[in-house]
């Protein structure tokens, strides 16, 4: 069985595409654990709370 090399280049990109997309969901999941962790909120909720709490000199 002879295999063109167009259809080895396409299979070849096909692989690629699925593994950026995999790669992509990957970094989603994980983004998305942070941002609901408890320790997010609270940094951003400090930032806030010192920022409003002083006063111009």
């Given at each position: 069985?002879?295999?063109?090399?167009?259809?080895i280049?396409?299979?070849s990109?096909?692989?690629?595409?699925?593994m950026g997309?995999?790669?992509?969901?990957a970094l989603?999941?994980v983004?998305y654990?942070?941002?609901?962790?408890?320790g997010v909120?609270?940094?951003i909720?400090?930032?806030?709370t010192?920022?409003?709490?002083?006063t111009?000199?």
């Amino acid at each position: 069985m002879v295999i063109s090399r167009s259809t080895i280049r396409s299979n070849s990109l096909t692989i690629e595409y699925a593994m950026g997309s995999l790669a992509a969901a990957a970094l989603a999941a994980v983004l998305y654990a942070v941002i609901n962790g408890g320790g997010v909120v609270d940094a951003i909720e400090s930032i806030i709370t010192d920022a409003l709490s002083k006063t111009p000199s």
